[in-house]
């Protein structure tokens, strides 16, 4: 049996997940910039930089922007939430109306 010498502690999970969140965040700007772009000008072409590589898209592209738009959402929900990061208290004390 081999024995892992640097086992994979909580701290680095949570460190990779954080690092997954950042950069969905910042996929989302990219996307963002990019649509605002192209709805205000159609006709011009934008250059999307992801932080990985430059895409150039058009008018034409605007529906897959926004289906990629609508996934990146749910991952980064889903990411906050698996994260606790979207807790909600609910304090409700509610006393009778009578």
């Not at 989302?28 to 649509?35: D, G, H, M, Y």
């Not at 000008?41 to 990985?52: H, I, R």
């Not at 990629?68 to 609910?90: C, F, S, V, Y």
């Amino acid at each position: 049996m081999l024995i892992d010498e640097n086992p994979v502690t909580i701290e680095d999970q949570k460190k990779f997940w954080n690092d997954e969140l950042l950069n969905s965040r910042i996929l989302l700007n990219a996307l963002n910039k990019a649509i605002l772009e192209l709805t205000k000008d159609p006709k011009k072409a934008y250059n999307m930089d992801t932080g990985q590589t430059t895409i150039n898209v058009s008018f034409h592209d605007l529906p897959s922007l926004y289906n990629q738009r609508k996934a990146l959402l749910e991952q980064i929900t889903e990411l906050e939430d698996q994260l606790g990061l979207n807790k909600k208290e609910t304090n409700f004390q509610g006393v009778p109306a009578w």
